[in-house]
């Protein structure tokens, strides 16, 4: 559905950055979310053709709007709405790459760490207290 005036956090969650509209309404309030570098509010409008950074906490997009919506529709139709910037894409893969060679130091714990477990993610992370 085209439109003319559609929210930032009401455009996220069509495009498909975010699960609920709630997760990018808040995302906005923090700041992860700007528009041409300056951080904005969930009622903001979006138009075609800015530059909008996302950060959802896991991932971060550089993306150009390409077109507006404010129904959430299927993946397809969801990124037929952005563009993802070149210098994005490779920070992203760069981001995806590291996080494969250097995994979490506790990921390999299962369960509740044991005393040895939580001073050897100590010496790790730089803790003292434990």
């Known amino acids: 559905m085209e439109t003319d005036n559609v929210r ?21 309030e923090r700041g992860r979310v700007r528009i041409g570098g ?34 959430r529709g299927p993946a397809p139709v969801a990124q037929a709405l952005y563009r993802e ?3 994005s ?3 992203r893969a760069n981001d995806q790459e590291a996080r494969r060679l250097f995994p979490e130091p506790g990921s390999t714990i299962k369960g509740r760490p044991t005393k040895r477990d939580r001073r050897a993610i ?3 992370g730089g ?3 434990y």
């Open 127 to 129: 803790d003292g207290d």
């Open 38 to 71: 300056e951080p904005v509010k969930p009622a903001r409008s979006v138009k075609v053709g800015e530059k909008i950074f996302v950060d959802n906490g896991s991932t971060r997009w550089e993306v150009v709007v390409l077109d507006l919506s404010d129904k």
């Open 89 to 91: 894409v490779v920070k």
């Open 85 to 87: 910037t070149e210098d």
């Open 8 to 28: 930032i956090d009401k455009w996220l969650w069509a495009a498909r950055f975010f699960k609920t509209r709630s997760l990018a309404a808040d995302a906005v």
């Open 122 to 124: 100590g010496r790790v």
